[in-house]
């Protein structure tokens, strides 16, 4: 007899078109029921509650009464809870975020018991092809997932093994017709066969056992009471089968049983059966920006330096950093991240991002005035501390503010060797915001906040501190204004409309109308961009723009402004009338020593329901595109060629070649490349007739969260016709992103390490007397220079630097981003005791030789490695 699995679930989105304390209300209903049957029905064996513990979480907070209850549950194995903390998107979240929901999960779930081991995700608009690597890294190797697949990928079969490069592999259940198709099913015979006729078709013809799963649940479903009853017509109406309660992990039992499984490899991100969205990516940029820029806070800037304290003698806040990570990974979920929401639901993502950047920007202030107030010198002078915070010295232009009452002062390191500077601004601040005890007692003198620029080389994971000494001469200001802006590795002139001439001289290449902005209709919804058909596009190219070009001895600055005239809304750009505008603001910084434009975009749009990108044209005809996925590196076709069949194929959505990123994109041939580095936007698409042209989506402006019939997405709507009227994005919008060119492909320059780089800046503390919370003087001293590890080779790119979860140990991460394999070598400034390879949950596999106080470790092509020592 074929056996059918019915297995008991809710899905539980904390929030979409309701908000989380709508659907907080309900858990806390259902919940009740859920623990009841499970207490007092025998026969009722399983309960799966979504793979995620920030349910538990919700619930607690109502319910911390019935903690014991839900523990005795988990551990008789009739609750089944974790091993996330959220339903994490894959696309567009970052792969440390992505480790530590599972981390943070499985942490949770060992209060009460253990956690389901499957990588359960069954409703992400798409699957990152580094997931097998990061579940096996936490010892979880069943997946289960609905949407992205098609027979192209290599098997018409929903069970199979997906690997990654490095060799970890999951067996995959897919969920061919989703999650819900057991959702309230009916007791009337004739609506219950005329369901469960179309859905054995479906699943009988992609299973390679006779065993299939018919989930019984749906989104915030409360448990079907009368299950009993459904199952015993489901036996008169199929005698041939099986019907019984059972959980996701029986089925992986009888899979693994088949020795002739395929193997598939990559991502999945193909529409044909189920929507992935792949332009959703750029859905309310305002949301998307915050999250990566608070996600490379967290890892580039917050953990290693916490980690440097740490070292040093101060506590590692693991209570406190846990919090952000919370915080930013309820804002995880796909319906959250995707910004497919209602507008009170956005104002709930904004509200915790803000949270969470203010307790990132508050902790990172914190460590680094702990470490700069402790300092052992007799050197009684205010000081300013420069942190590196990657692996490795670096000589970099330093922009930061000095704070004093001083008129002229220099600048002098441990050493007395006396730094060139130049101040490039000076404004007065009211002593009362430095510290209110100061106008209290009386004193109105007024501080000077100055911005200063200088040049140094500052150690490996570490910091270096200049001392602030008064003299009488008068400080330096090499600025001069510029018609064109000439540094070690370009000359770049600005075009009346705003857009970059750029000539590399080591490429001897010229590169015209860089950031040329590209404008259209967007007639689609929170999902998915809709063009309108036969539109003619507008451009930047005959706007009028002011600009300011500025240089010094440590490189320029560029200011363009311009307002883009645009229709104001859909109508008007069908009638072709254009009344409104964007404002557009580029800051350009271009250091001498380096070959990168750092471009910070500030938008003000007044105009609805389109889409604005800028577009690099790299003179590069290209096949492939190459982006950052987590922990790695992902190749893809600059045109889908799915796009020739897919509605004769009857696609669910029109697959355009519309990707996402993480922290860069890249084009190039044997010879150069040209790359855009990420700080906010994470879509991008190749465009031009040779495929020449990278287009960074700045944003898409819509007002409905679902609609139907659109001409990319025929059909139904996706999520519901609701008016999202912030989602048109008016108003002001800030976006970070880079330029960078390099000799040889973009695997072989390791762009990913430029990347890495561009988000690791160099952060500066300055130590004045005064301060408006006071601290008492701590125990620890500090040295005024520190270092605390060093690469040996520039091979791999570091991920993160942290305290073990568990043990009095540092937790070292990093990967290899391109197509070789790499050595990985680290030398400790302080002798270590032991190293042990561990996997991402910081369990230990084996012993790593340390020699002469250093490490070696080989690291495949996109794999991740961690080290605990």
Known sequence: MKKVHIVPHMHWDREWYFSTEESRILL???????????????DYPYYVLDGQTSILEDYFAVKPENKERIKKL???????????????????????????????????SAEFGSHMPIGYLPDSFGQSSQMPQILNGFDIKYSIFWRGTSERHGTDKTEFYWETGDGSKVLVQLFPLGYAIGKYLPEDKEKLQERIDKYFAVLDRGATTDNIILPNGHDQMPIQTNIFTIMEKLRKLYPDREFFL??????????????????????????????????IYSTRMDIKAANARIENKLTNILEPLATLAYSLGFEYHHGLIELIWKEIMKNHAHDSIGCC??????????NRFFLAEEKVDQ????????????????????????FNLLPYDREEVITTTVISKLKSFTLIDEA??????????SEIIDPGLIDRQIVHYGNYDPFIKYTVQLKDRIPSLGYKTYFVVENEGSMNNSIVSKEQIETDFYEITVNPNGTLNIFDKRLNKMFNEVLL???????????????????????????????????????????????????????????QVVNSSVDVHIVLTIPNHKPIIEVKLEINNHAKDHRLRALIPTGIASAFSVSDNQFGFIKRDVYDSAMDVWEQENWDERPDSIYPMLSFVGLSNEEYG??????????????????????????????????????????RPSGINLPTPDSQMLGKLTLEFAIVTHLHATLQANVARMAKEYLTPIHLYNKIPFNAMKLNKAEVTTPVQFSFLKEEQPEVVLSTLKKAEKDEQFVLRFYNPTDEEKTASFEFKRPIQQAHIVNLNEKSSETLEIEDNKIQLKVKTNQVRTILF
């Open 517 to 575: 902005l590209e404008n259209g209709g967007d007639d689609g919804d929170e999902y998915d961009f809709s063009p309108l058909p036969n539109e003619t596009l507008i451009y930047s190219d005959q706007v009028k723009a002011n600009v300011e070009m500025k240089q010094n001895q440590y490189g320029a600055a560029v200011e363009i402004q311009y307002n883009l005239d645009v229709p104001e809304d859909l109508n008007k750009r069908k009638e």
């Open 363 to 386: 902790l990172i202030t914190f460590y680094k005035r702990k470490i700069v107030d402790s300092m052992d010198t007799d050197w009684n002078y205010d000081r300013l501390t420069a």
């Open 28 to 42: 806390v209903n259902n919940m009740e029921e859920i623990i009841e049957m499970l207490e007092n029905n025998p």
């Open 341 to 350: 929401c209602s507008d009170k639901v956005h104002r709930e993502i904004c």
């Open 674 to 715: 040209m790359s855009v580095l990420t700080n906010s936007t994470r879509e991008y698409e190749i465009v031009g007739d040779q495929y020449d042209t990278i287009a960074i989506t700045l944003f898409r402006s819509v007002g409905v969260l679902g609609k139907e019939n659109m001409l990319r997405r025929p059909g």
């Open 246 to 279: 059972s959980k996701y992990e029986n089925i992986f039992d009888e899979l693994e049983k088949n020795k002739d499984l395929p193997t598939l490899q990559g991502e999945f991100i193909d529409g044909k059966y189920a929507r992935v969205h792949r332009s």
């Open 416 to 425: 007395s060797n006396e730094m060139k500077f130049d101040v490039i601004n």
């Open 74 to 108: 988990v551990q008789a194995g009739k609750l089944i809870i974790g091993p996330w903390y959220t339903q994490t998107d894959e696309m567009v979240v970052g792969g440390e975020s992505i480790v530590r929901n599972l981390l943070y999960g499985i942490k949770d």
